[in-house]
């Protein structure tokens, strides 16, 4: 059966916000800042769970999540040792008989800042977000959607790591990836940039016509 790579992403070291956030939600292992993560999804979805036996076989990283549905299967593995994350994701290449440049390119589907949040959009927000942090009237809001979704974990790693941001929300499943932070405008404006440019770092290798 035909397998595609959408989603194949290296964070070296987890930011403390974002590690906190996945764990909220983590159905396995619990993830804690400075671990190495990756990132993988592929199409179809039940094709996660041959991959997944590998990584967990072969190497010694533990699982945090993994969804599978019917079109995308995505899995996040993790360990203190750089080296041994990356194993498990060349063992995974491997099984794939495919390399790293061949996953899709991260496409940017929305990127915007609100600024000065009034509260009563804040409360909204607040009551659909719930794992991460509060959304602060007069805030600035920086929001960011892209495709494949599983980027959006390394978009909010690099953001986290360039500027002094708050994470609200984060979510990695599902057609499209979402990012919600906050801070002040020139806070937003320095997580915009990060993450825009961990994006352009990821598209420099991945198949030019995905």
Known sequence: MNITLRTYVFLDA?????????ATSSQGFLQVPGDACMWIEV?????????SDIALKKTNVRMGEQVVERAFGSMEIHYRNQS?????????????????????????????????ITPDHATLINRQLRKGSMLLPGK???????????????????????????????????TFGRLTMMGSE???????RAAIAAIERLNQRAAPDA
Not at 88 to 106: F, H, K, Y
Not at 157 to 173: Q, S
């Open 43 to 51: 199409a179809p979805g039940m094709a996660v769970h041959h991959l």
């Open 140 to 174: 600035s809001m920086f929001i960011l959607e892209v495709e494949p979704a599983g980027y959006i974990v390394y978009a909010a790693n690099e953001a986290e790591k360039a500027a002094h941001v708050t994470l609200v929300d984060v979510k990695p499943f599902g």
């Open 84 to 116: 041994e994350v990356l194993a498990a994701g060349e063992l995974i290449l491997q099984q794939l008989g495919t390399t790293v440049e061949s996953r899709l390119r991260c496409k940017v589907a929305w990127n915007e800042i609100i600024r000065a």
């Open 186 to 192: 020139a806070e937003a404006e320095a997580a915009q």
């Open 14 to 22: 987890l930011q403390p916000q974002l590690a906190s956030y996945l």
